[in-house]
């Protein structure tokens, strides 16, 4: 795994990134890109920046099938804090990836462990996830994996904690008792069987689960961890949320900023052991 720390638009720097893997596999109907999409307030410029590549010309959709990370349990579609409607304002509703290419859970189905289910075979028949996007909970949480959660994990209905309750209130009203306390998610290990993972995380409350992946080994408490498992997986981050490194992981950020004060970002190796 490898942490990448920048100073450029975390938005702008994962959209160029996705552009190009994109184009780069030159999609089909038949043969399909593949990805995994989160929500959340990091990466609202991400896909600003996804809508304007597409916009100009230079990213499209069309052969593109996406698998949404997480929905909260209850709300309706329409709901302006669902996921659906976030997914929609940022990106579905200006970009021409097909209706039928879409995925996001149903957190209103009447079957939530079936729409599970459902959701992993859909997965595994699209040939797995090219590219798992994603963002990380103040508490280390991937998607809606909760400390504690195992790595083998697949998609299921889980429960949220007190802190990601009160972390995502401002998005209703700052009023915890409006936020839906359960929500299906993809599991760890959906997220660990992609090809590739690129997760954003910024700012200084996020610094503190950064920082846990130069603990040694990986930790079930701080799921960002599993992470350093996958063979190709990446953390950007922005100078805040790089603010908490461990010294030895600081000393080499340093080094590497000294030597290369204008590059576009600087790279360290998180040992997996
Ligand atoms: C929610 C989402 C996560 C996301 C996290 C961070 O809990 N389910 O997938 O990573 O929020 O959100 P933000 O980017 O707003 O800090």
């Known amino acids: 795994m490898r942490l990448i720390v920048t100073k ?51 990213l499209s959709f069309k052969n593109v099938i996406s698998f949404n990370m997480d929905e909260y349990v209850g709300l309706p579609k329409d709901h302006p804090q669902s996921y659906h409607s976030y997914m929609h304002q940022n990106l579905f509703g200006e970009v021409d990836e097909l209706p039928q290419n879409i995925h996001i859970l149903n957190g209103q189905a009447a079957d939530l462990n079936q729409e599970c289910a459902d959701y992993e075979a859909a997965i595994e028949k699209a040939g797995g996830i090219d590219l798992f996007l994603g963002g990380v909970g103040r508490n280390g949480h991937i998607a809606f994996n909760e400390p504690g959660s195992s790595f083998s994990t697949r998609t299921r209905l889980v429960k949220l904690t007190p802190s990601t309750i009160e972390a995502n209130s401002r998005f209703f009203l700052n009023d915890t008792q409006r936020v839906p306390h359960e929500a299906l998610s993809v599991g760890i290990g959906t997220v660990l069987a992609a090809k590739e993972i690129l997760f954003l995380a910024s700012g200084d409350k996020k610094a503190e689960a ?64």
């Open 210 to 273: 950064v920082a846990h992946l130069f603990a040694p080994g990986t930790d079930a408490n701080w799921p960002i961890t599993a992470l350093k498992t996958h063979a190709h997986a990446t953390l950007l981050v922005d100078m805040e949320a790089a603010s908490q490194l461990p010294a030895s992981a600081k000393a080499s950020l340093d080094a590497q900023m000294q030597a290369n004060p204008a590059a576009e970002h600087w790279v360290l190796e998180v040992p997996e052991k």
């Open 8 to 58: 450029m638009n975390l938005g702008l720097w994962a959209a160029a990134y996705i552009k190009e893997k994109i184009n780069t596999a030159v999609p089909t109907a038949e043969k399909p890109f593949v990805l995994g999409l989160p929500t959340g307030g990091t990466v609202v410029d991400m896909y600003a920046n996804l809508r304007m590549f597409h916009k100009q010309g230079t």
